[in-house]
């Protein structure tokens, strides 16, 4: 209970001696304020987990040990960080006008307090949000990055198949003369198969004059494609090494698209796909439950009426203001806009201030009176004897 007040920002010497209600009152509010915290540090773990564990696929993805840690680390760091904003929101929070109607210039002034709390309220509920989901976020996740990897696979061919179009265009009259002799080598040895198999027409089978000649236009032409080869050996082989290099980087990508597919697997893009599941009402619906958790403190105490806690914290304060020698009047004043104002007398600080002033007026009558009775004893000096201050001119010294 006593931890509890703490986390209230209650006073436990005044509630120890308040009534039992009150006492209540602060141990569920300060249980409000740690819960808060507590969801804000799994929030914040699971979140700081979900950006920095290890990609890959969306439904076999084993634990990692090492960023659990991490997240463990910085799920207590943010979860007493957001414990301390909550707990300085309450205790800031006042009483209002000490009734239970919640009136228009109250939530004027708390609406501060209440913006702060709708976004630590919001900074909550979406990773506990995509925890809720995980199991349809998962398989949504899943298929998006198969789509990925097809779209991808899809792009890296088109543009391997672009590149080596311009390789072979840059290349491009040595390449299409080797492939002309190709095709009349090709058909050439054809025609001369065809011969001796006594597939030509009405000639028959046999090793004839029309068959030598063929052999005879084959082997030219085999021998025109050894001599171009020969002739552009290096261009062919500068031709067929970047085509290689080519289809090596191909590859290498290909080899990437696992990989840039499984980046999918980010906080942003679960809470998208957490929006597209649940649907606008149920987000909205469990964001608001968040709210409503957070928020209730602070609706709560300016609702609250006063009690015998708030008594002994006035007299308490009394006390120390007059301990401490501070009057305040109230409403004193108008300023400039005609707003009334408390006037702050600080009797001890201006007592202080009083005794400073009549030591320092003192201290210069005292400097005064000493300079007066020092002027007089050197007047009466050269009185008694005025050779000491006045030397005549010796005659001798003067003609010298």
């Keep these: 209970m006593r931890f509890l007040w703490k986390c209230a920002g209650g006073d436990r010497y005044l509630l120890e001696r308040a009534t039992y209600s009150d006492q209540i009152k602060y141990m569920c509010l300060g249980g409000i304020v740690f819960a808060t915290g507590a969801m804000a540090g799994l929030a914040g773990g699971y979140a700081f987990y979900t950006i920095f564990e290890p990609r890959g696929s969306a439904i076999e993805n084993p634990v990692d040990i090492q960023t659990v840690l991490l997240a463990l680390f910085f799920g207590i760091i943010w979860g007493l960080m957001i414990f301390n904003i909550d707990r300085f929101i309450v205790t800031s929070t006042g009483k209002g006008d000490g009734t239970e109607a919640i009136t228009i210039g109250e939530l004027k002034s708390a609406l501060p307090r209440i913006l702060m709390g709708v976004i ?13 989901f995980k199991t349809e976020i998962d398989i949504k996740l899943r298929e998006k990055q198969l789509e990925q990897q097809a779209e991808y696979q899809s792009k890296v061919d088109k543009t391997y198949a672009d590149r080596e179009k311009l390789l072979e265009k840059e290349f491009g009259s040595i390449a299409q003369q080797r492939n002309t002799l190709n095709g009349r080598i090709k058909a050439a040895e054809q025609a001369y198969t065809d011969n001796l198999m006594g597939k030509a027409g009405k000639i028959a089978a046999g090793n004839g004059p029309l068959s030598k000649a063929l052999k005879s236009q084959l082997d030219d032409l085999t021998n025109q494609l050894v001599a171009f080869d020969k002739q552009n050996g290096e261009d062919l082989k500068e031709l067929n090494k970047r085509k290689g290099e080519l289809r090596i980087a191909k590859e290498r990508e290909r080899n990437n698209n696992e990989k840039i597919a499984n980046g999918l697997d980010g906080l942003l893009e679960r809470i998208k796909i957490a929006h597209e599941v649940s649907g606008f009402w149920i987000s909205f619906f469990i964001t608001l439950l968040f709210m409503a958790i957070e928020l209730t403190p602070i609706f709560f105490k300016l609702m609250l009426t006063k009690t015998t806690y708030d ?17 305040v009047q109230y409403d004193k004043y108008k300023d400039k806009e005609g707003i009334e104002r ?3 007398i600080n009797h001890e600080a201006e007592r202080i201030i009083f005794e400073k ?24 000096k050269i009185d008694d004897n005025i050779d000491s201050y006045i030397k005549p001119i010796n005659a001798d010294e003067q003609n010298g």
């Design 342 to 344: 408390h006037l702050t």
């Design 120 to 132: 630590i309220a919001m900074t909550i509920s979406k990773p506990v949000e995509i925890r809720m």
């Design 311 to 327: 008594y002994l914290a006035e007299n308490r304060d009394e006390l120390m203001k007059a301990e401490y020698g501070i009057e």
């Design 357 to 380: 002033k009549m030591l320092t007026n003192i201290q210069k009558e005292l400097t005064k009176y000493a300079v007066t009775k020092y002027k007089e004893r050197e007047m009466k």
